[in-house]
């Protein structure tokens, strides 16, 4: 029988079960694809790693807006964290499909102790009822805005349809900010236009020249 007295931090040992079945549960947002890419054309990402890019997106608008930073940030976490289970529906999934996300939630989180506070954050995420659940709505806009940039950038011409429905999702100034940067600066830029001119002809740097 599973001890459940709690430990010297509090937690049940059936608690760290549930919480390692959880972090292993996590790890399935690594293996899930978003789905949409299939019908632009180009492009690859899963859910994992268009989570971390909205988070680090929600921490920019969120630092620059005068919100609530770590509150953006976990709002941006856990908003897909429920597509480890039902997987990511695109919006053609979506005519036909139907799935339940705060179940998919609880189900994930029950008996760990982290329920309550990751449904709080779903309800205002879906709510859109404080300045920080809409940051982080118009972060997971503007991580898709940037993938079609690049795809824009690689020649996709659909990309450039799809941004224009995209830009006009978002709620928030600072985002809309944002997306017009994202729209006038070449993906390459951050690495291919550095400060120092010379760099593209001292080729192997390591020569002594």
Sequence with gaps: MQNTEPDATGVTLRQWKRIADFIFELGMLRKTPRTGYQFLGSGAENVAEHSFRTAMIGYMLAQKSGADVARTVLLCLF??????????????????????????????????????????????????????????????????????????????????????????????????????ALLTTDHTDWWFKRPDASWWSKKNTNKPT
């Design 79 to 180: 908003h897909d964290v429920h597509e480890a289970r039902i997987g990511d529906f695109n919006y053609v999934n979506h005519i036909y499909n139907t799935s339940d996300p705060e179940q998919a939630l609880n189900h994930a989180l029950e008996g760990t102790g982290l329920r309550m506070d990751a449904l709080d954050m779903w309800h205002e995420l879906e709510a859109k009822n404080s300045l920080e659940a809409c940051l982080a709505q118009d972060a997971d806009q503007l991580d898709l805005i940037a993938n079609l940039k690049e795809e824009q950038d690689l020649g996709n011409s659909y990309a450039t349809k799809w941004l224009e429905h995209a830009v006009l999702r978002l709620k928030t100034k600072i985002a809309q900010e944002c997306a017009e």
